[in-house]
């Protein structure tokens, strides 16, 4: 191209990402010391951490539903989204006020209801203001954006941490004002595409519309699935660096190390997706969770954390954005939203399943146990894949 993509990518996607980053630092800020709270300062179990993961992950995939419906039938997709920010700033201050577990369970659902309603939309914005051959690279761009929030905020944490004695309730309340920063600039700095003229809406879950979903879809839809009962919650992952015995305030290091490579990988792999086989680069995500999971399991050494958690990183990399892209290409235009909600919605469901799994191994048989698993569910999606993928679209660019 004699022109950088990036300079080619709408400034609405950028503005977009910036969101996402400021409401993730917010976010990350609290969640990668919420299992160490959790454990030290309320004494949960990794039962209960793998539960509040997976219910709360799994309401924000299952919202997702309902609002990517409604961002179809009303063909808008920002109020929606900033709704959803809104709600994911206002239940920041519950985290930091929360007496016991069941207030930071109340507060994380809520939080995950606001990621539930402004994910589909969000994503569908995304999809309408990108040119089709730029998906990969727009998606992997706000991706990265995000991403780079996901580590801001564990570093911020840690900081935080060590500057006030451990004191996990006002590292909680200086979260809010990331999360209030977030909402302002959607609110003034995205605008949305008009509506096409003469578009009629209708209900996008009439058997009519959702006959209109492909088999491609469905298949991307089950593919999602697969990779998510194969890598469940990160909180595990907090978990496994608690262990290796490092200072209580510098465990979240470990998300700041996996989010760093997630957002190196994202962007380029995301260019790298306009062109190759989607196909390919989803074998390769596999066999890199595969690899994490082996290393994770292997020892709880800091350094053999770290390497995995790197690995983890590049496979994240690898496979979010693309999943999101595959999703754009094989919907109908006017179905994106309830496309995402689906895809969602099962992803949802195995995020549950995945994690409740992952903490009855951890607290029964141990950590171990719980990456081998992990490596386990993976290979058979490694094989599924290629027993079944054969005639996965490649959505190359055109």
Known sequence: MSEPTRSKIPTGIWVLGFVSLLMDISSEMIHSLLPLFLVTSLGASALVIGLIEGLAEATALIVKVFSGVLSDWFGRRKGLALIGYGLGAITKPLFALAPGVGLVLTARLLDRVGKGIRGAPRDALVADIAPPELRGAAFGLRQSLDTVGAFVGPLLAVGLMLLWSNNFQAVFWVAVIPAAMSVALLAFGVKEPPPKPGAVRQNPIRRANLARLPAAYWQVVGIGAIFTLARFSEAFLVLRAQ?????????????????????????????????????????????????????????????????????????????????????????????????????????????????????????????PATFLTGAAFSALALVLLFRHGGNLPTFRAT
Do not use: C, E, K
Request: cysteine-free; hydrophobic content about 60%; glycine content about 10%.
């Open 243 to 367: 262990q290796s015995g490092i200072p209580l305030a510098t465990v979240p290091l470990v998300m700041v190390a996996m989010n760093v490579v997630y957002a190196l990988a994202a962007y380029p792999l995301g260019r790298l997706s306009d062109r190759v086989s989607h196909r390919s680069l989803l074998i390769g995500g596999l066999a890199l969770l595969i690899l994490a999971d082996l290393i994770l399991a292997s020892s709880a050494h800091w350094a053999v954390v770290l390497a995995g958690v790197a690995v983890w990183g590049v496979h994240m990399g690898m496979t979010q954005g693309l999943l999101a892209v595959m999703v754009a290409d094989t919907a109908p235009a006017d179905l994106r939203g309830t496309a995402y909600g689906f895809f969602n919605l099962v992803s949802g469901v195995a995020l549950l399943v995945a994690s409740l799994v992952a903490g009855l191994l951890w607290d029964s048989v141990g950590a």
